[in-house]
């Protein structure tokens, strides 16, 4: 993100570097998909600062001495910067000679300009070659004189393991917490996924993260309203479940990807939406053609299946996920994933391509990605040994992100006490959170668990109840349970 500045009306500049300011947004793509978290490239609107006030307490009139008559101060070069860079002010458009008056400024320890230039190193603008590690270290400069929209760019890179530098989660949470606290709505937002994830040493805490996104949805944040949305969707945080003013907020965002969270809420019918597979397939198109690795996962999802107006197509389905999966985005490359393993569409069956997507999902977090690594190790799949004790701290971790395949396979391990202890009565309580989320498996296993009193009283009644909701989502052994105990499905 670019620094900017005016003598009167500073101005936020948004900008789109796919490389320096990635979200690791599974808390946006993989969240409405139904699995664990956010990745999508996106933009950001930071709060601007003026070069005056970047320089230091300027009387106005040290400030107009300094911007007309020193040509050479800092802030003038500075100012003239910006004016090349957007042709305002008379200047011609030239982003070679904003460089080089960033340059000019950047030398002389003026942070806003350390942290322009390095902008344009990591995207190779104004004719500089890209260079991260230039960047890294420009950036880095200018977050130690505590400079907002530096601290939060180095964050990013510290999450991406870019510019040389190490993949640091703790380090990146404690850049964009320095920044978040003087108002950076980038790094408010970036702090609240963390600590939905639980990363960078934070704990999970869901209160903390809707007190953030507010904060960023408050300044215009694309990303802070979605966040906010899914909360209220979620009925997380303390928020009282909301879809409506979940949808309410994903229309007040005005970024591309707004297009992806209304078509899951059209493919749905949920936040007073109607039912519309097929305005939701254009939606999710419309933000797959712009690169968003949401679009792409939502529609390659629905063309894998096929939806009431929309044709099924696995091949198209495998271009999109693999586009996302490109992007380092958890779901896609689970989706991928997935496909390889089953050796769908025009993929041939390879299970070791499969574990190495799901390792990197896994990687980032993902509770889908922990689930399929876990069962190749259970298995032992995709080149791995068998291992229940490493397949059930990874069904673990992936139950306490909510998961309810996670809660289903954590469940069955303690149920039987394959990779550790036997708990009846855990396993049944995590049968519960996973069957009230309507996982089939997991209502066919509690309805087991209440009929054999395994963890639980044995109750006739609630056994026929889970095992009919199971029966109605097509889980064929519920039905024969009640077919056996002499009940309707």
């Not at 709505?185 to 869901?206: E, H, I, N, T």
């Not at 479940?241 to 707004?258: S, T």
Request: hydrophobic residues 45%; aromatic residues 6%.
């Amino acid at each position: 993100m670019f620094e900017s500045a005016g003598s009167k009306d500073p101005v936020s500049r948004v900008i789109l570097p796919r490389g320096i300011i990635q979200a690791c947004c599974l808390a946006v793509v993989v969240w409405l998909a139904g699995c664990e978290s956010r990745d999508s490239s996106t933009a950001f609107s930071p709060s601007s600062e003026t070069a005056a006030t970047a320089a230091g307490d300027l009387s106005p009139g040290r400030w107009l001495d300094s911007v007309f008559a020193r040509q050479d101060d800092v802030v003038s070069q500075f100012n003239r910067a910006l004016d090349h860079q957007d042709g305002r002010q008379g200047a011609a458009p030239d982003s070679g000679e904003a460089a080089r008056l960033y340059r000019l400024a950047a030398d002389r320890g003026f942070p806003p300009a350390q942290n322009n230039l390095a902008v344009m190193y990591n995207l190779g603008l104004g004719g500089l070659p890209q260079n991260p590690v230039e960047a890294e270290r420009l950036f880095r400069a200018a977050a130690n004189q505590g400079n907002a929209l530096a601290q939060a760019n180095l964050g990013d890179m510290y999450m991406q393991g870019a510019g040389g530098l190490p993949r640091d989660f703790v380090e990146a949470a404690r850049l964009y917490r320095l920044s978040s606290d003087q108002g950076n709505g980038w790094s408010q937002f970036q702090l609240g996924r963390m600590y939905v994830a639980g990363q960078g040493g934070l704990p999970r805490d869901a209160r903390q993260a809707v007190r953030l996104f507010q904060l960023a949805a408050d300044q215009g944040l694309d990303l802070g309203q979605l966040a906010l949305a899914w909360m209220h969707f979620r009925g997380d945080g303390g928020l009282v479940r909301n879809e409506v003013e979940a949808a309410r907020l994903i229309q007040l965002a005005a970024g591309q990807e707004k297009q992806a969270w209304l078509a899951a809420f059209y493919l749905e019918g949920r936040g007073g939406l109607r039912r519309d597979p097929v305005e939701a397939a254009r939606l999710y198109r419309l933000a797959a053609d712009e690169g968003l690795a949401l679009g792409q996962v939502g529609l390659g999802s629905m063309l894998l299946t096929g939806h009431r107006g929309v044709p099924r197509d696995p091949v198209e389905a495998a271009r999109l996920f693999r586009l996302a999966a490109d992007q380092d985005n958890a779901a896609g490359q689970v989706e991928l994933g997935l496909m390889l393993l089953e050796g769908l569409g025009d993929l041939r069956k390879d299970p070791i391509a499969a574990r190495r997507l799901f390792e990197r999902a896994a990687a980032q977090g993902s509770a889908d990605g922990q689930v399929e690594v876990g069962l190749m190790l259970l298995e032992g799949l995709g080149g791995l040994r068998k291992d229940p004790i490493a397949a059930r701290r990874l069904f673990e971790r992936a139950a306490a992100q909510g998961s309810a395949a996670g809660r289903v396979l954590l469940g069955i391990m303690l149920m039987d006490g394959t990779g550790g202890s036997q708990d009846p009565v855990e396993a049944t309580r995590l049968f519960q959170l996973a069957a009230n989320q309507g996982h089939a498996g997991a209502q066919f296993r509690l309805g087991a668990a209440y009929r054999f009193g395994l963890g639980v009283v044995s109750d006739r009644a609630t056994a026929v109840s889970w095992y009919r909701r199971a029966a109605r989502q097509g889980d064929t052994g519920a039905a024969q349970q009640l077919q056996e105990m002499g009940e309707q499905p």
